[in-house]
């Protein structure tokens, strides 16, 4: 338990308490000289009220001095803080401040932000902690923490801003727990975490798979749970239009798909692009506007009747996008706007990048013939523009590198060279994949030979023929990516039937079987494969190769039916999917996306630049595969580029649930089942943030003792009043 005053300067008003004495002592009664017979009856009467007379006088000195004293603490309006095990309310404190900078905080209510109420709300806290406290400021957006002054986490909380690229708010609970754990701060800790509750602000799987254990922890270290006080600054009926992404649909019997997950450029068609947007709790009649390379390409109304709280998702298909014809307009970058600007800004647009490039393919084979059917099938692929080149294993190129060739396929080439496996080594080693093609023609021996064993996923035995009615490709799962896109199919076998197969040998841990067939569908102990892959070096996420063992191409005699069903062109393009890899050169990412781009080995590039919403320039380390761009921290378009020899454009935008004020949401519980029960709250809720932290710190609500020492004043001074007149009356008897 502890006292502090309001008003402490005017404790020295205490040392008025002299003035009594002072008095008393100046007019202390002199002995008087009195002319009287009976003087030794006179002494006698003396010495019997003297002690009577200094008890009365000593009594009234300490009422004058009690009642002095009481108001000059009166004056200083002293506070009672704390208890026998209770915090004192002048404790120095280690205050962990949370700020979500996300783009969500930038939600306006009433002329400001919700990252303004956030400064507001933490300045509050900072005004009322004892001098010599601590205060460490963390951002969501940003790693690290630590403990300063006052003063500088003051203008640490005026400096934080909105960051697109964030991380969730369980991000920085994590890094705060393991700073509690290894090394405690000696001040008692209490942790205030300042957001507005959208779904990507709380991940829940942290929470259960690392920030339990992690409370656990620090709570061990510090004796006790960690206080913590959550204030949610949502609000409560928000209103906002918001575009959460972007889709490219080809023609009119094909689906769209999200610009992110495009693995390539749009060569050879005339797309059109779908926005989505979705309305939250408002009313809208705006335009929304397509833009390319700067000029308007499309506008689109939007009309929208939603009541509060309520959310509409609508799509808008505009017009098909017409490319310049001129062969240097080879990627084009451009907007999706909101043309009314509303309260959450930073969900209003969408940026896009589509390239024109293909990606050349080599086919190797001894008849073009036979590669007729898998090149129509590969550059039919409206999601992977590929332009192949067919040659003859002679006229492969010994110095074959995956920046000529995005990969590789080896068809039905009857007895393959050392020097062609050799070459075909160094390429995969380098990161390109391979798909490998046996047929009628190939020879078993040319296939299992040690220079192809350094690269086959299995050994090639004997040709096998099924009899009627033949194998059916029965997938065990759809795990595999080559089988990812089939799931829908959603049924025991793929259509296809095989009456032909190469029968394998697959080395354990070498290979993988990746798509079975069985004589009978019933009968699956036992299956063959039909696709068989080998990860060259597993530590890298490229140099693939795949091996068919049944034929995909049309030979004199009947191996299968795959090429005459819709599984061919989906197989043909999961294949290439799956052996680009890495390679794969999106132009549309996500705030969280790795923006990865492979860089030439051959042009010898030493350094990079980036210009967009961010810039910088960079080093490239000789002989360096792959170039990641970290510096894109913001949405819009960006350009990478080493001088004139090698660019690359893309575009960078917010996720959908950065932005999602209503859907999604972190329930209470969830928060308080790892922060403590009633740790979240709302400005309206809470109005006085540091009620809140006295009470999670058991800090006792201060109470003034001014009206006590008021009525103690009135007593005292009746008290010696009533004293003062008593006594002076019966000195005046005794002298008279």
Same mark, same amino acid.
């Given at each position: ?23 008393? =002592?100046? %007019?202390? +009664? ?17 010495? $019997?009220?003297? *002690? ?15 009642? &002095? ?25 280690? @205050? !962990?401040?949370?700020?979500?900078? /996300? @783009? ?40 690290? %923490? ?44 209490? !942790? ?10 709380? /991940? ?41 992404? %972007?889709?490219? +649909? ?13 693995? *390539? ?45 309520? #959310? ?6 505009? +017009? ?28 209003? &647009? ?12 080599? &086919? ?39 920046? *000529? ?81 089939? +799931? ?62 049944? $034929? ?19 197989? #043909? ?25 492979? =860089? ?51 575009? @960078? ?9 209503? $859907? ?32 999670? =710190? ?39």
């Amino acid at each position: 338990m502890s006292l502090a005053f309001l008003v402490p300067w005017l404790l020295v008003g205490s040392a008025l308490v002299a003035v009594p004495i002072i008095i008393h =002592l100046i %007019l202390k +009664k002199k002995p008087k000289h009195l002319v009287f017979p009976a003087f030794r009856y006179l002494q006698q009467r003396s010495r $019997t009220n003297l *002690q009577k007379l200094r008890l009365r006088h000593l009594l009234l000195l300490a009422l004058r001095m009690l009642l &002095i004293l009481l108001i000059c603490w009166a004056l200083a309006r002293p506070l009672l803080t704390g208890g026998p095990e209770q915090l004192a309310l002048d404790h120095p404190l280690a @205050v !962990v401040m949370i700020f979500d900078t /996300s @783009v969500s905080m930038e939600y306006e209510q009433d002329g400001k932000s919700r990252l303004d109420e956030a400064r507001e709300q933490a300045q509050r806290l900072l005004d009322y902690l004892p001098v010599d406290s601590e205060v460490a400021v963390v951002d969501t957006a940003e790693a690290g %923490l630590q403990f300063v002054n006052l003063r500088d986490a003051a203008q640490l909380i005026r400096n934080r801003r909105i960051r697109p690229l964030n991380q969730p708010v369980t991000s920085s609970l994590e890094e705060v727990y393991r700073l509690l754990e290894k090394s405690p701060p000696e001040l008692p800790v209490v !942790v205030t975490i300042f957001s507005d509750r959208t779904a990507a602000s709380w /991940s829940q799987d942290a929470v259960n798979s690392l920030l339990k254990g992690a409370s656990g922890r620090a709570a061990e270290k510090l004796g006790g749970p960690v206080p913590c006080v959550y204030l949610d600054l949502s609000v409560r009926e928000p209103r906002n239009v918001a575009l959460t992404g %972007l889709a490219l +649909k080809r023609s009119e019997n094909d689906t769209p798909i999200a610009l992110e997950n495009l693995p *390539q450029g749009v060569a050879g068609s005339r797309p059109t692009l779908h926005a989505a947007i979705q309305v939250t709790g408002a009313s809208v009649d705006s335009d929304v506007t397509l833009w390319m390379d700067g000029r308007l390409m499309d506008t689109k109304r939007l009309v929208v009747n939603c009541q509060p709280g309520q #959310t509409v998702n609508e799509v808008l298909a505009f +017009k098909p996008l017409d490319f310049p014809p001129e062969p240097a307009s080879q990627v084009h970058q451009g907007e999706v706007r909101l043309k009314t600007r509303d309260l959450l800004p930073g969900d209003n &647009i969408r940026y896009w990048t589509l390239s024109l490039r293909q990606r050349k393919v080599l &086919i190797i084979a001894d008849r073009p013939a036979d590669a007729r059917d898998w090149r129509n099938a590969l550059e039919s692929l409206d999601q992977l523009p590929l332009a192949c080149e067919v040659l003859s294993p002679r006229e492969t190129p010994t110095g074959l590198h995956p920046d *000529q060739y995005a990969f590789v396929c080896l068809m039905n080439v009857a007895d393959p060279s050392k020097d062609l496996w050799e070459t075909l080594g160094r390429y995969v080693g380098a990161g390109g994949g391979l798909i490998v093609l046996p047929g009628e023609d190939s020879r078993a021996e040319a296939y299992s030979s040690p220079d192809a064993m350094a690269l086959m996923p299995a050994r090639l035995i004997r040709k096998n023929d099924i009899p009627a009615p033949g194998a059916f490709l029965a997938p065990s799962d759809y795990d595999h990516p080559i089988l990812a896109p089939f +799931k829908f199919w959603e049924r025991p076998r793929l259509p296809g039937l095989v009456f032909r197969y190469w029968e394998v040998d697959v080395p354990a841990g070498t290979g993988l079987a990746v798509l079975p067939f069985s004589h009978r569908l019933e009968d699956k102990a036992n299956p063959e494969p039909a696709i068989v892959e080998r990860v060259v070096d597993p530590n890298r996420p490229q140099g693939r190769v795949v091996l068919f063992t049944t $034929t995909m191409y049309r030979p004199k005699k009947d191996w299968n039916t795959i090429w005459d069903a819709w599984t061919y062109v989906g197989l #043909t393009y999961s294949t290439a999917r799956h052996v680009l890899g890495s390679r794969e050169e999106k132009q549309n990412f996500l705030l969280r996306d790795d923006v990865r781009f492979w =860089l030439p080995q051959a042009l010898g590039l030493t350094s990079y630049s980036l210009s967009g919403p961010e810039t910088g320039v960079g080093e490239l380390k000789p002989n360096q595969a792959q170039l990641l761009v970290t510096e894109a921290r913001r949405p819009g378009n960006y350009r990478a580029a080493a001088g004139d020899a090698w660019q690359r454009h893309f575009s @960078v935008n917010l996720e959908a649930a950065e932005t999602m004020l209503t $859907t999604q949401r972190p329930a209470v519980a969830d928060i308080e089942s790892l922060l403590g029960e009633h740790s979240v709250f709302t400005p309206e809720d809470a109005p006085d943030l540091r009620d809140l932290t006295r009470d999670k =710190l058991g800090q006792r609500p201060s109470t003034e003792l001014l009206p006590w020492l008021m009525i103690g004043v009135l007593l005292v001074l009746a008290l010696e009043n009533l004293l003062a007149n008593r006594f002076y009356k019966q000195d005046r008897e005794l002298v008279e």
